[in-house]
């Protein structure tokens, strides 16, 4: 008996059965990641916030850090992070807490150099953070007696020497496509190791589950260390 095209192998129908595998695994694992960060964002968002208006402003300026390093394209959230660190300062100014200001502006710093890759998000605060932290930092040096001509612009050259830190374009390059390459693996593991049905193909579902395996462990180790 002759199979229906639907029901050949590699048939219009089945085709479209593990595209459809595919599409919808890409996108849950693209969702699971970016809500995962999108939501523990808004909940430090929030605490922040509770915090400030409570005027704990340690705790609002752990919180407020937390919520800038969740960075996700597209979302303002850590972006609201970054001004929650900006209040904190303006308070810990207001109530005489010049150090606790530093440590926030500080933070704020250490946040943004955190999220950067390929590409830094909000890199347009850093030089108005870095000016903030320059003056502070020389500030401190003559109040305790051990000022030194161009304390200032020291500071500054050395906060604005993040250039010369950023990660390592070349790993952070083969990070980015060890990432694309997990992905792609995940698809050929849909796409080659399961059938319409949902049941494993072996041994192809092992060679390709493997793949990804090794892929995705090679992304978060370059991603550390780039």
């Not at 809500?35 to 609002?60: I, M, P, Q, W």
């Not at 950023?166 to 080659?192: E, I, N």
């Amino acid at each position: 008996m002759l199979e229906s095209p639907d029901e050949r192998p590699w048939g219009p129908g089945r085709i479209a059965k593990r595209l459809g595998v595919v599409v919808l695994l890409l996108a849950a694992l693209f969702a699971v990641a970016a809500g995962r960060a999108a939501v523990s964002c808004r909940s430090d968002r929030r605490a922040a916030e509770g915090f400030l208006a409570a005027g704990d402003l340690s705790s609002a300026l752990l919180a407020a850090r937390h919520a800038a390093e969740w960075y996700v394209p597209l979302d303002s959230c850590s972006e609201a992070g970054l001004t929650l660190l900006d209040q904190v300062a303006a308070k810990a100014d207001a109530s005489g807490q010049a150090e606790l200001a530093l440590v926030a502006l500080r933070s704020a710093r250490t946040s943004i150099m955190l999220t950067r890759g390929l590409y830094s998000p909000h890199a347009e605060r850093l030089p108005r953070l870095h000016a903030e932290i320059a003056a502070r930092m020389a500030a401190e040096r003559r109040a305790s007696g051990k000022a030194q001509p161009g304390d200032q612009a020291r500071y500054l050259a050395q906060l604005d020497g993040h250039e010369a830190r950023r990660p390592h374009p070349w790993l952070a390059l083969a990070g980015s496509v060890g990432f694309v390459g997990w992905l792609g693996a995940v698809a050929g593991f849909a796409w080659f190791g399961l059938r319409a049905d949902g049941s494993f193909v072996w041994p192809r579902a092992l060679r390709w589950g493997g793949a990804a395996l090794f892929l995705f462990c090679l992304w978060l180790t370059l991603v550390r260390y780039a």
